[in-house]
């Protein structure tokens, strides 16, 4: 199967599969709604499958492109180059909060999509919801089994440390599935685009994310375990049963106000 796609050689080491079928692409621009002043931002916009559409509506599009042949072929695209702010810059790394303009627009929060390498798919998310507080919305094409993870909850077979802490920044909603055939190369996975809506405010109280990431990640990393011994290490039986948490439960059984209160114990027992 050719790699290659609009004289463009899909490149492994950054997980590049070029989306080019159009009732996909309509169905995706169609549920971002871009609309013409937004803070609109593109992560890995490849060959422009979808910034092309999206810059037909609006007059400025920013986006983050770490292939420098891609973002040479972008800042030279004949029809839209005049409306891209093209920053060639890894995503993971780049501090999206610069897109804020803090004097002339303060509140001029983000929307942020893309066709996400499914390779770094996970820990960009992560970096993402670190600037939940300037987003207004994201829509990304991902792997669908990792869609169905951000979409699970509690007692679901596939609920895990992502589900937990994406819930604790936003709510998760699958909006358009995408068949393997809609890219090339094709992949072997089927795929979805999920749209993440920040919370307004924090679903629950929490002292300190990093001991709910702590507490989450040791509870599903034996999470065959009961959580009496998957965290033995951080809270004893005692302490649960005094949080009303029975220390028989799996970590698929717990809510995130369950791993709130458990991670807000570990926090108050090592201040």
């Known amino acids: 199967m050719s790699k290659t796609h609009l004289g463009h050689t899909a490149r492994k080491r950054f997980g590049q599969n070029f989306l080019f079928d159009e009732y996909v692409i309509d169905q995706i621009v169609s549920a971002i709604k871009p609309e013409n002043g937004q803070n609109l931002v593109e992560i890995g916009p490849g060959l422009g499958a979808l910034t092309e559409p999206v810059a037909e509506i609006v007059d400025k599009l920013n986006v983050v492109e770490l292939d420098r042949d891609l973002a040479k072929r972008l800042r030279e695209h004949p029809f839209i180059q005049n409306k891209l702010n093209v920053i060639e810059q890894d995503a993971l790394k780049f501090d999206f909060s610069n897109l804020i303009d803090p004097i002339t ?41 990792v869609v169905k993870r951000l ?11 992502l589900s937990v802490m994406s819930q604790y920044y936003c709510s998760a909603t699958p909006v358009v599935m995408v068949p393997p055939s809609a890219f090339k190369p094709a992949p072997k996975v089927e795929s979805a685009v999920v749209r993440l809506v920040p919370h307004a405010r924090p679903p629950v109280e929490l002292h300190d ?9 040791s509870a599903f990393n034996q999470r065959r375990k009961t959580i009496r011994n998957s965290l ?40």
Do not use: W
Request: proline share 3%; glycine share 2%.
């Open 232 to 271: 033995k290490k951080l809270i004893d039986e005692t302490s649960l049963n005094h949080l009303d948490i029975d220390a028989e439960r799996r970590a698929q059984t717990l809510s995130l106000k369950e791993f709130s209160a458990i991670a807000n114990y570990v926090y108050e027992k090592n201040s």
């Open 209 to 217: 994310i990093s001991s709910l990431s702590l507490v989450v990640g």
């Open 151 to 161: 979409c699970a909850t509690h007692n679901d077979s596939l609920y895990g440390k």
């Open 105 to 145: 627009h303060p509140s001029h929060k983000l929307r942020v999509f893309g066709n996400l390498p499914y390779n770094i798919s996970t820990p960009l998310m992560f970096h993402l919801f670190s600037f939940s507080d300037c987003i207004d919305d994201m829509h990304f094409m991902l792997q669908l089994e």
